[in-house]
């Protein structure tokens, strides 16, 4: 307790020791404070310290839940869990209810301990306390890049969002971004990169908060889509949500945003829907956008599809023929 006591108090922050025999599952209450004011922002934490609460090999924290689940769970205030690991003059946290969110009823919390997580003089005020009051954390450029190009996912998360939210006008946080998806297979990008990815042709769903684009940086990352190719088309398109394809509010809406604007849209969209050894539901989806620039001239692509047994494609052939448009949107 003595570190974790340390840490907060070292923030200029409060920290509400309980009493060992009034400890039902709490050991302590912080009180969140920034150049002496206070933030409103109180939580609970339980603590652990030592050796055999970390598993070297994996990296992992290991915190025992006995019988507090319940407790935990309907506790009033946030609640987190804090490894102490002496070795490394650390500690790890976890946010215990989340957890039990994705993990319901279990008896051991099991959390990589990363630099994401991280619980010391350093990261308590720019990573740790931001993230607990929902802002951006603090984080330099160079470091955010760094953990972008991290192998842990929250390391990774947590690169992305500070580059777009604190340096969305650097080239360096575009260059990594492309770097990314590039190197990435569709099923490990995050979808929240891909969101990032639509601010700069915009659509009417994305919320405008915090630094905007210039002009200067969204010509520059155009140019950076355009290289892309029917490689990265083909990779896009395979993130679209199958269940809700493309309409508001979701994955599809983004991508198609960032499809659309591509200097060569209309030529890789064809080349796609030729493309007869792609999946039917990749050509599906290209079929989709190339139909809201021309309907018309979807027409046949459709067809073709649904002769293949596409019965998706036969209803927006019957649909393009009775409005003579396609507006996934309206």
């Not at 989340?98 to 051991?108: A, D, I, L």
């Not at 954390?137 to 777009?164: C, T, Y």
Request: aromatic share 12%; proline share 4%.
């Amino acid at each position: 307790m003595t570190f974790v006591r340390g840490v907060v108090e070292g923030a200029n922050c409060l920290f509400h020791k309980i009493d060992q025999e009034n400890d039902l599952g709490i050991d302590g209450l912080v009180e969140l404070i920034r150049d002496e004011e206070p933030l409103n922002k109180q939580f609970a934490v339980q603590i652990k310290t030592g050796e055999s609460y970390f598993d070297t090999a994996k990296q992992e924290c290991v915190f025992p839940v006995n019988n507090h689940y319940a407790y935990w769970n309907g506790y009033p205030l946030l609640v987190y869990g804090i490894v102490v690991v002496p070795s490394l003059k650390r500690a790890f946290w976890v946010d215990v209810k989340r957890y039990f969110k994705q993990h319901h009823n279990c008896t051991v919390i099991r959390f990589s301990a990363t630099e994401a997580n991280a619980f010391d003089d350093g990261s308590f005020t720019s990573i740790f306390v931001p993230t607990t009051v929902k802002e951006i954390p603090d984080i330099p450029l160079e470091k955010a890049l760094q953990l972008l190009r991290s192998h842990h996912e929250d390391e990774s998360l947590l690169g992305m969002l500070v580059l777009f939210r604190r340096f969305c006008n650097r080239r360096e946080t575009w260059d990594a971004f492309v770097e990314y998806f590039i190197g990435h297979d569709a099923d490990d990008i995050p979808r929240m990169l891909i969101y990032f990815f639509a601010h700069v042709p915009w659509h009417g769903d994305i919320s405008g908060f915090g630094e905007q684009l210039t002009e200067e940086t969204r010509a520059y990352v155009r140019g950076k889509f355009a290289s892309l190719g029917k490689t990265g088309l083909i990779k896009l398109l395979s993130m679209v949500d199958e269940e809700n394809m493309i309409a508001r509010g979701t994955i599809g809406q983004s991508v198609e945003a960032i499809v659309s604007s591509l200097p060569d849209c209309l030529t890789l969209l064809t080349e796609v829907l030729k493309d007869k050894a792609l999946p039917r539901f990749i050509r599906e989806v290209a079929g989709i956008i190339f139909a809201m620039h021309k309907p018309e001239e979807s027409i046949s692509f459709f067809q073709d599809m649904a002769e293949d047994g596409s019965w998706y494609m036969a209803e927006m052939v019957t649909h393009i023929k009775e409005w003579g448009e396609l507006n996934p949107y309206g």
